[in-house]
């Protein structure tokens, strides 16, 4: 397959990755912000679906509008002593946490924004026509190997 058709292929597929992320980015009433580490909870166990989960919660704190605020982050492996090992390396590295606030209300704050359903849609809605070109493409490729 010529060089050409490839390269035009990986464009239209990456259009409608383009726009998704455009319509976020427009869309977004998060700012980015840093949270550094506090405390960590004990490690925890329970059942989930039917098999063992051990966990933590890592608490982070950030400062907005000179006051302070806690969240936390849930850290969980199916395996103790893996959830052990990860327990003490946290403990021992003090990294800071890219968070999300909130615009509209500064205490709200998370650790991923939800974009909700909209830009997957768009996708959805975008990603057969790079997929049906590929398939035209493919054709008229195989029908030029034809006539020779």
Same mark, same amino acid.
């Given at each position: 397959?010529?060089?050409?058709?490839?390269?035009?292929?990986? $464009?239209?597929? %990456?259009?409608?990755?383009?726009? +998704?992320?455009?319509?976020?980015?427009?869309? =977004?009433?998060? *700012?980015?912000? &840093?949270?550094?580490?506090?405390?960590?909870?004990?490690?925890?166990?329970?059942?989930?679906?039917?098999?063992?989960?051990?966990?933590?919660?890592?608490?982070?704190?950030?400062?907005?509008?000179?006051?302070?605020?806690?969240?936390?982050?849930? $850290?969980?492996? %199916?395996?103790?002593?893996?959830? +052990?090992?990860?327990?003490?390396?946290?403990? =021992?590295?003090? *990294?800071?946490? &890219?968070?999300?606030?909130?615009?509209?209300?500064?205490?709200?704050?998370?650790?991923?924004?939800?974009?909700?359903?909209?830009?997957?849609?768009?996708?959805?809605?975008?990603?057969?026509?790079?997929?049906?070109?590929?398939?035209?493409?493919?054709?008229?490729?195989?029908?030029?190997?034809?006539?020779?």
């Amino acid at each position: 397959m010529p060089f050409a058709s490839l390269a035009g292929i990986s $464009v239209l597929i %990456s259009i409608p990755v383009i726009l +998704v992320m455009g319509h976020r980015a427009m869309t =977004s009433d998060w *700012v980015e912000s &840093t949270a550094y580490s506090y405390d960590f909870s004990g490690m925890q166990d329970r059942l989930r679906n039917k098999a063992p989960e051990y966990f933590y919660n890592k608490i982070y704190y950030y400062l907005q509008n000179e006051d302070t605020i806690l969240i936390t982050e849930e $850290v969980g492996f %199916s395996e103790y002593d893996k959830a +052990v090992s990860d327990l003490k390396r946290a403990k =021992s590295s003090n *990294v800071p946490m &890219t968070i999300w606030i909130n615009n509209s209300n500064g205490d709200v704050s998370v650790v991923k924004p939800d974009d909700g359903w909209i830009p997957y849609l768009i996708t959805i809605l975008l990603l057969p026509f790079p997929l049906l070109y590929i398939r035209w493409l493919l054709l008229k490729y195989y029908e030029y190997e034809l006539e020779e």
